[in-house]
C-alpha cells in the first residue's frame, strides 16, 4: 500500500506508461525525465527572539522547451528536493495539457510556518528570493503561491525582485494581490476550470446540468469554489464531505447557506439545511459526478471498487492511485485527470502573466470567457487522443503533454 500511496511513483508510472503509449525515442524519454536545473539555497535568518537559523530552499526547473518554468512555492517542515522535483515535472505536463506556453517548476522552503511571525517569513521569502534571482524572472520562471504561501508571499517576492532590478516588474511572480498586478477571476478560477470540464464530460452522457447530482470532497478554495459556481449552474449538489463530517440533501444543499454556516460555526456538521451522514460512506453514494478537491489517495484500490458515480472530476491534485485507476476504467467511470481537470489555477496565473506584461487588465468575464475556452480546448484535445489511441483518460492527457513537450525539444534542437 506504501506504494500505492506514493505520488512520486505514481507519476512516474504515468509517464511510464504514456511513453511507452508514444513509442517515444528513449534519448528522449530521459531528456524529458530529467529536471534542467535544481538550485538548493541556505537562507539565514534573524529570528524575532535575535538567534539565527538558516534554512533550507529549493527550486526546480524541470522544463523550458515551451516557455519559462512556471509553479508554486510551497513552505512546510517536510519538503524534500525530490517532492519538489516530482511536482515540478507536474507542471510541466498541466502545462502543457492546457497548452499555455510555459514549462514546469517548483519551489519550497523547509519551515513550519505556523509557528513563524509576519516578520520572518517575510525575512525568509525576501532572502530565498534574492539567492534565486538570477533564475527567475517574467522571461524565465515565474512562481506562484501554494502549500502555506499566499498573495502577501507574493507582494514580497514582486517587491524584492523589483528592488533588485531597479524597476517595477509584477510579471515576475502570479497569485499577487489585486492592487499589485493580480488577476482577477483568480480566486474562482480553479473551481470554475472544474465546472467547465465537467459540463463537457455530462454532454458526452447526454445529461443536462440540472439534472445532475454532485458529491464534493473538500469545501475550501477548490471544492468550495466548485460548489457554488456548479450550484448557481443549476447541479444539484447533494453532499459536501470534510475532514470532520457531511452534509447531505437529495434536492441539493444550498451553498451559499452552507458557507455561510461553515463560517459562523467552523464545520460544515449540523447544518439546518442538510442532514449529517457518515462522512466514511459518503464517498460510495450514487450520483453523476464525483468531485475530489480536498487531498491526494482518497480513491484506491479499496475504494475504487465502492464508488457509484458516472464522471470524477479530480479537482485535487492525485486523488487517484495507478491501480485505482485500472479498476475505474472497469467500472467504465469517465475521470477528468487532476492535469486538465484542476488546470483553471495555473490558466488564469497565466493571464495575470499577460495582464501584467501588458500592463492592461481585463474584466471578469474576459477572463471567465477565455478560460472557459482553454479549458474546453484541453478536454477535447484529451478527447482526441483518447479516441485515437483507445486509453484512459488519464493515460491520454499524459500522452498528448509528453508528445507536445517533446515535439518543442525536437523543433528547438539539442544545444550544444
Ligand atoms: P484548501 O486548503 O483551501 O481546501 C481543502 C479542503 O479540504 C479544506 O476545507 C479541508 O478541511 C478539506 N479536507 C482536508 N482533508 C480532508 C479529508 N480527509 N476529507 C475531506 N475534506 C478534507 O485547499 P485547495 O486550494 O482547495 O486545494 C485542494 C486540492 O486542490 C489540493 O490537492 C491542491 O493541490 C489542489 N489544487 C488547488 C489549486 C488551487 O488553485 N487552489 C489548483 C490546482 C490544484
Redesign the pocket.
Known sequence: MDRELNPWLAAEARFDEAAARLELDEGLRKVLRSPSREITVYIPVQLDDNRIEVFTGYRVQHSIARGPAKGGLRYAPDVTLEEVRALASWMTWKCAVANIPYGGGKGGVICNPTIMSMGELERITRRYTAEIIEFIGPEKDIPAP??NTNEQVMAWMMDTYSMHMRQTTTGVVTGKPLDLGGSRGRPE??GRGCMIVTLEALKRFKIPPENASVVI????????MAARLMSKRGFRIVCI????GAVYNAKGLDIEKLMQHKKETGSINDFPGGENID?EQALFQKCDVLLP????N?ITSLTAPKLQCKIITE?????TTPPADKILEDKGIFVIP?ILA?????TVSYFEWVQDRQGYFWNESEVNDRLEAIMINGFNDVMKFHEKYKTNNRTAAYMLALDRVAFAIKLRGLYA
Open positions: 501554494d502549500m478560477a480553479t470532497q473538500g469545501f475550501g478554495n477548490v471544492g468550495g464531505i470534510e475532514y470532520d462522512r478537491a480536498a487531498k491526494e482518497v479537482g485535487a491534485n492525485g486523488p487532476d484542476n488546470a483553471g489555477g495555473v
